[in-house]
Every structure is written in C-alpha cells, then in structure tokens.
C-alpha cells in the first residue's frame, strides 16, 4: 500500500486526488489483489495518504505541523523557568510522539476520538509556548469586536460542517437498511421506501459503492428502464474503478432481453476485477445463457490462478454443463479433480452429483430450482420428483423434495423424503436431519424432532443446538 501511494504521488505531485479521495484512486492499484468488491481504504500511514490527496505541497504543510509543535516544545523546555510548565510541555510533546507513530504505521486523521486528543496535544503546546510564563508579561485584552468576528467566522464554519456530517448520518442509516439486498439477484423492498432515502450527498457507500448505482437496481426491476440507465451513468462517474457500473449494465440488458449485451458487459466487469466472485458468477451465468462455453472457460482459468475456491469450480461445472446442453467425460474429470481438492465441500458434492446425472435429470432439477424460486412449492416438489427415477442415488432430490413439502407446512408428508436422503453416506451436511427436526416437533413427535437436532449437531449445522436449546430442555 506504501508502494502504491508513494507511486500515486510522483504522478501527481501538486494537485492530489482530493482529501478522502485516495481510497477510489487505490482502486486501480488492487484488481489482483483485492477480493469482491473491497477497496484498501486507507494506505496505513496518515502522512503518505495525505501526499496522495492534497499533493506534496500539502504533505509538507502537514510535516511542517509537526516541525513547529516539535520547536516550540524545545523552546518551552530549554527556556521555562517554571517546572510545572515544562513538565507540561515534556508530557505534551510525548503525546504528540505517539501520535506520529500510530501516523505511520495508522490511520488516526479517520478517527475522531484519536482526533480530538491531538487537537488537545496541539493546544497544549501551543499554550504554553505562547501564553506559559503569561505571569512575566502583560496580556492585552481581546477587544469585543475580535470575539464578535471568531464568534461568526466559527457559526459560519460550523453550520456546513454539521449539514455535512449529518448527511452521512442519514446516508449511513440508510444504507444499513437498504445494502444488505446488494448479496440478493433482486432487490426486495418496495421502490417507494429507497428512491428517496438517501440525501444528495454522499455519492458513494463508505466501501465507494455508487449509492445511484444500487438504486438503480431498483429501477431494473420495475422496469423504469430510463431512470435506471440515468443513475447507472451516474453512477460511473460517482466511481469509474469498481467496474459496478458494468455489473448493473449487466443485469440491465439482461432485465431487457438484450443477452449479447449483457454478456458483454459482463465480461467487462469481471475482468476488470478478476478476483470477485459475484463478477465471476455474473459472467459466467451470462455466458451460460448465450452457450458460450469459450467465455465460461476462460472466466474458471483466470479466476482460479488468484482464488483456487470450491465455489469456483462447483460454478464452472454447472454452467459448463448448461452451456454446451451435454454432459462430456472431461467435466465429469473435472468434478472428480474438485471433489479431490474439496472432498467435505457440500457445493463440489451437488456438482459432482450434477456432472454424473442424465441431462433429462438435469433439466427437471432447474425447472425445480425456478418454481421454488418463485414460491411455488407444488410445482417444484413434482419436478424433483420427476428427476429422481434418472437419478435414484442421489441424496438431494429427496432432500429437496421433503424442502418444498416444508415450505408448504406440509410437515408429515415432508418426513419420509428426509429420511431417505439421510439414509444415504453422502448426506453429511446436517440440512435434512435439522429440518425434519422441525417437521417431526411440528407433527406432534418431539423425542424424535430432538434425536433429529441431535444429529444435525454432530453434522455442524448452523442452527441446529439453537433449535434444540428452545424446543428440547425444559426451562
């Protein structure tokens, strides 16, 4: 990150990026290095970040800061012929030691408690330089038009700085409602509650999403197609490193029907920042959809050459399936070369499964996925239902098939399908033994649904001792 900046400031020696600014020019410097959407906020050292904001002129004012507190304190020191003074000054001048070092190795300017402390160190010193031995000399009083004039220079000061502060105050509120959704493929809450959430400043979220660009979203999916496109280019000017504006532009031409479109701008946005798991997924679903199993591929090769992850290859499997609407023996190599780098991985095992099914198999399942995607339980119950005589081994038909019935409070019925996926050695994620807990509490057989969080337990499901712990030991 040093690097980085010190290379950032030779290239702009007078005139930086603008003061909190250097987390956006980062951008470019971190595509190989930084995962998602992450951005180095801050370069750990104060006054290297400053050089990059405000150029050298500014850094060697800020040194300068530094400089003077140092010489008035070897003033004070040298020359106070009070020991309390000097004391004063010593311990001032510590503080302000500490202060350089957390400078460089930190990020203190962005903390406002640490902020406040060094504005006292500040005061300190010069108070004493200035006004240490006031005994020795004669203080002129302030005539009442100066403190007129600091009165209103200050409330004219401060009145913008408050407006300022407090816009970011509603913008961080609402962005703790409203930015979780970004992880979802489409946003949920209603366009009435977050067209007019956000004030017109700030522009960007604290990791510089573009706050236009997740509006945007919104837009998409009621089809405002103009307004989208509006905050979209927006949004690209809010923040043109993060390659967001590409993703939205994705799902845009998506939304329109547009899959030439969307997957060129898919591609743009991946490899852009090749280490970002939803870009790489984005792209290679994209891809997928147009059969492009030459963009699928070459999306897997560059992904896993920074983040050698299970997602990856369980993705790359699927889609490389899709694409080419068959199954060859290479993928079904490949998913053996998975399952021997993530053998426990519950994702490389549906793939595995996936890559040994009859594509008629195959087909029943993603027709499963969309239904239940669309909340319609009985629908998608059948389709997996349908896919399991082509695949009578494989665990997560029946599993799936006892999660429609659950999802319909059809808890008997739901049962015996997790039963029989739990019958089977591969079903080791804990999932059907937690929800047929559930099912058997809710039927009326809870020595049976507690036995059942018991063993989702020993698999390590999440929730399952919370489940047991409310509806197993008597308070």
Not at 61 to 69: N, P
Not at 355 to 360: F, K, T
Request: with cysteine; net charge positive; aromatic share 16%.
């Amino acid at each position: 990150m040093w690097r980085e900046a010190l290379d950032y400031t030779l290239k702009h020696p007078f005139i930086g990026c603008g003061f909190g600014n250097w987390k956006l020019e980062s951008i470019p410097y971190e595509t190989e290095f930084a995962n998602e959407a992450d951005v180095p906020y801050h370069c750990h050292n104060d006054f290297l970040e400053i050089s990059t904001e405000i150029g050298i002129p500014g850094f060697l004012l800020y040194i300068s800061l530094f400089v003077v507190l140092t010489f008035y304190t070897s003033k004070i020191l040298l020359k106070s012929s009070n020991d309390k003074i000097a004391t004063l000054a010593f311990i001032s001048f510590l503080a302000l030691v500490a202060y350089s070092f957390d400078a460089l190795l930190n990020f203190p300017s962005e903390r406002t408690i640490i902020q406040t402390i060094f504005a006292f160190i500040i005061s300190f010193i010069f108070v004493l330089f200035h006004f240490g031995n006031a005994s020795e000399k004669k203080l002129e009083p302030t005539s009442n038009s100066t403190k007129q004039l600091f009165t209103i220079g200050f409330v004219l000061f401060i009145i913008p700085t408050i407006y300022l502060n407090y816009n970011s105050f509603v913008s961080s509120q609402a962005q703790r409602t409203i930015f979780p959704e970004l992880s979802l493929p489409v946003p949920q809450m209603p366009l009435d509650q977050v067209e007019n959430a956000f004030p017109s400043t700030p522009n960007l979220s604290y990791s510089t999403i573009p706050i236009k660009g997740a509006l945007s979203r919104y837009y998409i999916r009621e089809k405002q197609y103009d307004k989208a496109m509006e905050l979209i280019k927006q949004s690209r000017k809010d923040n043109p490193y993060l390659g967001y504006d590409y993703y939205l532009m994705t799902s845009y031409y998506a939304s329109k029907g547009m899959p030439d479109s969307a997957l060129y701008y898919a591609k743009k946005t991946y490899f852009l920042r090749p280490r970002a798991m939803a870009y790489y997924q984005n792209l290679v679903t994209i891809a997928a959809m147009s059969r492009d199993s030459t963009t699928i591929d070459s999306a897997f090769n560059t992904f896993v050459k920074f983040r050698n992850e299970a997602p990856a290859w369980a993705t790359y499997i699927r889609y490389n399936i899709e694409s080419r609407r068959r199954i060859d023996p290479r993928v079904k190599l490949l998913a053996d070369s998975a399952m021997k780098l993530f053998p426990n991985d519950s994702a490389i095992i549906k793939a595995k499964d996936i890559a040994y099914q009859p594509l008629e198999s195959i087909e029943y399942i993603k027709q499963a996925f969309i239904s239940f995607n669309n909340k319609d339980y009985a629908t998608s119950a059948a389709n997996y239902l349908k896919a399991i005589p082509y695949d009578p081994n494989n665990f997560a038909n029946y599993e799936n098939v006892g999660l429609c019935y659950y999802a319909s409070n059809m808890f008997k019925e739901a049962i015996p399908y997790f039963d029989k996926a739990i019958s089977f050695k591969a079903c080791v994620s804990g999932k059907s033994a937690f929800f047929r807990g559930i099912c058997l509490i809710n039927a009326g057989r809870k020595p049976e649904g507690c036995a059942s969080f018991v063993l989702a337990q020993k698999q390590e499901y999440p929730q399952a001792l919370e489940f047991y712990n409310n509806n197993c030991i008597k308070k």
